[in-house]
């Protein structure tokens, strides 16, 4: 095969798999400058003006006053706007006082363990064991992990429970509207979490200044990464979406690295790719006819 022919076979998959990345950097790089605000409005508060202005661009974007929802859907849209708002409001409270990856990498035991419910196969829990052993050395259960905040972390593990929650409520009140059915429960969200946070919010978060940073993290946290996660899932083939999509812990830890000055040790790096690899591993490995699989494209191709 010639080269230019190459180059041309190897553009459909390169061009989403690049898309997908950005996404990722977006997604963490939001959640970067949305700790950098924490001194001045308060997790709390950025949750609120997070949730508030990606709900009002959602709402711009999918109309959800339009939508109709059966009787049988309304339970699973409700469960499902609770979860997304309650998954955001842990989330920004564990990353008070934890690291970003190390965050990102015990929220993801959510959809993780999802993923493996029901698990039969010994090749099935060898990803189990890695999760766990992942588990282990990030949560503080010794004194070699001192550093951690116990809080936090029960935080972030709680928002990757709720992660789990939004995943199989999403999956039955999306049937019908697919993607938009985000908006709705994305309104849902902002009814009860928003006036939570602006209650327990800094003083800061009334200074206007704060607008335009706030609408800066909604953007890169919710609009732009959800469009360009919606380009990559129709491109790209369902396991290799799911596969690059482990990697968001490593993407979180470099992030709060390179923006918050973040560091882990070898420890917890080792942690995270054990988390890493369970994923991919169990995504890789998946029999085609499972609903597992769509449970962690839904996980990570909706608002997060």
């Known amino acids: 095969m010639s080269a230019p022919s190459a180059s041309k076979n190897l553009t459909p998959i390169v061009m989403p798999i690049a898309v997908l990345l950005i996404a990722m950097l977006s997604l963490q790089g939001g959640a970067s400058l949305a700790k950098t605000l924490f001194p001045a409005v308060g997790a709390t508060g950025i949750t609120a003006l997070r949730l508030g202005f990606a709900t009002l661009m959602l709402c711009a974007i999918f109309k959800p006053w339009r939508l109709r929802f059966s009787r049988e859907q309304r339970l699973p849209l409700l469960m499902y706007g609770l979860a997304l708002g309650a998954m955001n409001f842990m989330f920004y409270l564990a990353i008070r006082t934890v690291p970003l990856g190390v965050a990102v990498g015990l929220e993801f035991t959510g959809p993780l363990a999802l993923a493996l419910a029901g698990s039969r196969r010994l090749l099935d829990f060898v990803w189990i064991l890695l999760a766990v052993m992942g588990l282990w050395f990030l949560l503080p259960f010794g004194n070699e992990m001192a550093a951690i905040d116990p809080l936090g972390a029960a935080l972030a593990v709680g928002a990757g429970a709720c992660w789990a929650i939004y995943i199989l409520a999403g999956q039955r009140a999306g049937a ?20 939570l946070g602006l209650t327990f919010a800094e003083s800061g978060i009334w200074h206007w200044a704060v607008i335009p940073v706030a609408l800066l993290v909604a953007l890169l946290s919710s609009a ?27 993407v979180a830890a470099f992030s709060g690295m390179l923006f918050l000055g973040e560091t882990l040790t070898l420890l917890q790096w080792l942690a995270l790719l054990a988390i890493i690899t369970a994923s991919a591993g169990s995504t890789l490995t998946m029999r085609p006819k499972s609903n597992q699989l769509s449970s962690v494209e839904i996980a990570d191709s909706e608002l997060k």
């Open 224 to 250: 732009i990464p959800y469009s360009l996660e919606m380009i990559a899932l129709t491109r790209l083939p369902a396991r290799i979406f799911g596969t690059l999509m482990s990697m968001e812990p490593a």
């Open 176 to 195: 019908e509207h697919g993607p938009a059915t985000v908006a709705m429960g994305s309104l849902i969200a902002s009814v009860i979490f928003v006036p």
